[in-house]
């Protein structure tokens, strides 16, 4: 099993439309979470942080149910702009004490007029 | 300097050849990490650097790649006598986590990539 996964997509919506991408993670020792955007031929850039209590910024809001190890981003009134890949990122706990970021293979977002 | 910085931004090699490629991150980021991405693929770890040691290595494919961190600062990532299955975008970034805490609420800044191809 994948240590975080992730629907590949891709997610062909309208402009205006709300999508929502679920992700999950294998290790419930995984101490932090993130959302990072990733546009074609571009390095990952970050997109928020993930927090227990849900976490909100602008049109984009994120979610984690860590009893069931689950992930979510939403994204209201998408726009143009947003077509790109959003990567789910966990970071797992490593022998040694330090950390480390796992990605997923990312999902897809095409969002047409 | 302002951002992660990575040298080359593109290299052609012919099979068989040496590369060096180099990161040189956010001043006083003291981790350090090299991933790799073949296209349409996701992120593969390479390998972390926490100042100058490498904690962990465990995602570098073979014994033809091998990275160092000197002054706690510039990296080089080299891949001895390339292969075909080499070309990827490598990417560098750095954090200012130590020893991880701190990751927590950071993430990582990336690299734009050294975009490898191999001939």
């Known amino acids: 099993r994948k240590e975080v996964e992730q629907d590949p997509g891709p997610f062909n919506v309208p402009e205006g439309a709300t999508v929502a991408f679920n992700c999950t993670y294998s290790n419930s020792a995984s101490q932090s979470f993130f959302w990072y955007r990733q546009d074609c031929r571009k390095e990952p850039k970050l997109l928020m942080s993930v927090y227990s209590s849900g976490n909100e910024d602008g049109r984009f809001t994120a979610q984690l149910n860590r009893a069931s190890q689950y992930i979510s981003l939403l994204i209201r009134d998408s726009k143009l702009s947003d077509s790109a890949t959003y990567l789910c990122v966990v970071n797992m706990p490593q022998a040694g004490g330090y950390n480390k970021l796992i990605f997923g293979a990312g999902t897809r977002l095409a969002v047409h007029p | 300097g302002a951002g992660v910085s990575q040298s080359p931004s593109n290299k052609v090699t012919e099979k068989g050849k040496d590369v060096e490629l180099r990161c040189d991150p956010i001043s006083g980021h003291t981790a350090l990490y090299w991933y790799r991405q073949s296209l349409g693929q996701g992120l593969e770890f390479l390998i972390y650097?926490?100042?100058?040691?490498?904690?962990?290595k465990s995602g570098l494919p073979s014994d033809r790649f091998s990275a160092e961190r000197t002054g706690g600062s510039v990296s080089t990532l080299t891949i001895q006598r390339t292969q075909q299955e080499d070309s990827a975008v490598y990417l560098c970034?750095?954090?200012?986590?130590?020893?991880?805490?701190?990751?927590?609420?950071?993430?990582?800044?990336f690299g734009s990539g050294t975009r490898l191809t191999v001939v």
């Open positions: 970034a750095s954090s200012s986590s130590l020893r991880g805490v701190g990751l927590a609420n950071y993430g990582y800044t």
């Open positions: 650097f926490q100042g100058n040691s490498a904690p962990d």
